[in-house]
């Protein structure tokens, strides 16, 4: 029960109160209506019994009128006991069926009908199915046996029948059916109410769910902008790092400006976790296949990190297996970056002396797939084997020390668990205190032998850009200057805009092969201003290429979907321009 009712309760409204549902509370009303007209037709069977002389009838009523009083009272102070309650009121109306055929009668008159329906009525609508089918099976049985075995002296309890005389035949009829049709309209408007309840209820849901929309909307919004306002001014930083240190500064300088690339790098991998974990959460992450030599890609990833580990006095070895050089997959280079950068910046971050050893090995190869198994192992800390599965979990760390002693704020394993899901793949540990950690998964690559023939065109430093004409519409003053340093070390002249409008305008004024485009730009921003450039009558200018160049890293569908060719992320160094660039001259027919 909800609430305490008093012992001494009859009210009906009181022990309705103490159910939340609808049809409960039905249910009880049910209850209490058959056992109201049961007390009335038992006080007017005994009356009538008595006045007739039919005193076979009378210890019946008596009885029955008994029990209802009790089952009333019980009713209204304990209604949660309103199904044991049932069973005996359905009992008691089969032994009613059974006396008034085999005792009083002899035979099957109407109210022993009416009390076969309500039997079946207040099984359904109170026990339930199943009782429901039972009931009425044994509340049956005895008229069914009757008009098998008809005519049968044997059948009877007594010689002599003792049936209530009119007008007491009828008015317990007459209150039969009127019970028969209160409960049925109790049940029907319970239903009803039910109905309405439900219908309340999806419409609030509804109202949750559009809300539930309008926050997610508003989450992706904000994450989209702080995405933005946060990686330009990092992109400034490693850009002009990046620029200091092409310049051949002095090794002192040198020295500084690494430290500030990789701080800068390690706030970037940071921002990168944190979107890319909402990104993940919303299952908003989608995968690219990008064609990419996956031998050259880990050399490539491993040489920044191999200066990383030099800091420390590590150790740093790259084991390719043979069977993988000049394989070309398709893939996400991104999301793979991703995992290697996390496995490996967490093994070098936990190491303070030793070895960091990155395998690759092919364990299956065929002429569509390649199965690589990827592995890093560390001589560092090690982990606890009852922490194995935790530090894969959000904000866990192995040990409670472990964010003061080394940092981190227990993404990075979250995010590759959940990245190499994507890649139907799962990560596995092998490791114990004081014996370094091994971290290894294993992912199906679709093998492209060689590159399509469209980008089959590979990036060195004397590729010829003379018949790229650029332009590059970024309104950030500092991310401007870097591309143009940039470009400049490419021996690229590209003209320079400030917003989407005058990139439209430019486009109208002159022919550019390609549009390097910033999104978020006062006046039109990105989506803005392709749609107009989209829809300019001109085919030649309407089709030229153009690259979103964007610090989001959770657009890429709404990106592609909005008619962009490519994407580029910020904080954009030399050589990720150069891999563009160099894709952009092979498909737009320029080599």
């Not at 002009?240 to 500084?256: A, C, V, Y």
């Not at 003053?477 to 340093?485: C, E, G, P, W």
Request: aromatic share 10%; charged share 20%; with cysteine.
């Amino acid at each position: 029960m909800h609430q305490s009712i008093p012992l001494f309760n009859w009210s009906l409204r009181k022990a309705q109160d103490t159910e939340p549902d609808s049809f409960i509370r039905a249910r009880i009303s049910i209850a209490y209506t058959i056992i109201l007209f049961a007390l009335l037709k038992s006080i007017i069977v005994l009356f009538i019994s008595i006045n007739s002389g039919l005193w076979l009838q009378v210890p019946r009523a008596a009885f029955v009128l008994a029990v209802y009083v009790i089952m009333l009272k019980v009713l209204l102070y304990k209604p949660s006991s309103l199904k044991i309650l049932t069973h005996i009121m359905t009992i008691v109306g089969i032994l009613i069926i059974v006396s008034n055929i085999y005792l009083y009668t002899h035979k099957i008159n109407l109210i022993s009908l009416q009390f076969v329906f309500m039997i079946m009525l207040t099984g359904f609508y109170i026990l339930g199915n199943g009782w429901g089918i039972m009931y009425s099976l044994i509340s049956a049985l005895p008229i069914i046996i009757f008009l098998i075995l008809k005519g049968n002296p044997n059948l009877y309890f007594s010689s002599a029948t003792q049936e209530i005389p009119s007008p007491g035949v009828e008015i317990i009829a007459i209150l039969n059916f009127v019970s028969i049709i209160i409960n049925h309209s109790l049940f029907y408007r319970a239903f009803q109410r039910n109905l309405k309840e439900k219908e309340n209820l999806n419409q609030q849901l509804q109202l949750s769910v559009a809300e539930a929309n309008s926050l997610a909307i508003s989450r992706t919004n904000f994450l989209a902008t702080i995405s933005h306002e946060l990686r330009t001014p990092l992109n400034s930083v490693i850009g002009i790092t990046d620029l200091l240190l092409l310049d051949q500064p002095e090794e002192r300088q040198k020295e500084n400006l690494r430290i500030l690339q990789f701080s800068a790098q390690d706030l970037l991998s940071l921002i990168n976790n944190v979107l890319d974990f909402n990104k993940l959460e919303s299952d908003k992450m989608v995968l690219e296949r990008v064609p990419f030599c996956l031998a050259e890609f880990m050399r490539n990833i491993c040489s920044a990190l191999m200066v990383k580990a030099d800091d420390k006095k590590l150790r740093f070895v790259l084991e390719i297996d043979h069977k993988l050089e000049g394989v070309v997959v398709n893939s996400d280079p991104t999301r793979l970056s991703q995992l290697i950068y996390n496995l490996v910046g967490n093994a070098i971050k936990f190491t303070d002396k030793g070895t960091i050893t990155i395998r690759l090995d092919c364990i299956h190869k065929s002429d569509q797939t390649t199965d690589v198994l990827f592995s890093v192992t560390d001589t560092g800390a090690g982990i606890n084997p009852e922490k194995h599965d935790a530090i894969f979990e959000l904000f866990t760390q192995a040990e409670s020390d472990t964010t003061r002693k080394y940092g981190g704020t227990g993404l990075g394993l979250a995010i590759v668990k959940q990245v190499l899901a994507l890649l139907n793949s799962e990560i596995h540990l092998e490791s114990s205190p004081g014996k370094g950690s091994r971290f290894y998964f294993t992912v199906s690559f679709v093998v492209q032998w060689e590159y399509p023939e469209t980008i089959s065109k590979r990036i060195t430093d004397n590729t010829n850009f003379d018949q790229l004409k650029i332009l590059i519409a970024e309104d950030n003053d500092v991310n401007r200057f870097i591309l143009k340093k940039h470009l400049d070390k490419l021996n690229i002249n590209a003209i320079m805009v400030a917003n989407g409008k005058q990139a439209y305008e430019a486009i109208l004024a002159d022919d550019y092969r390609l549009l390097i485009m910033d999104l978020q730009m006062p006046e039109w921003d990105g989506y803005e201003t392709i749609k107009q450039i989209r829809s300019i009558k001109d085919p030649a200018k309407a089709g030229i290429y153009i690259i979103a160049f964007t610090a989001s890293v959770t657009e890429q569908q709404k990106i592609m979907d909005a008619g962009f060719n490519d994407y580029l992320y910020k904080p954009v160094t030399l050589n990720d321009l150069k891999v563009k660039l160099e894709k952009t001259v092979s498909l737009i027919g320029l080599t």
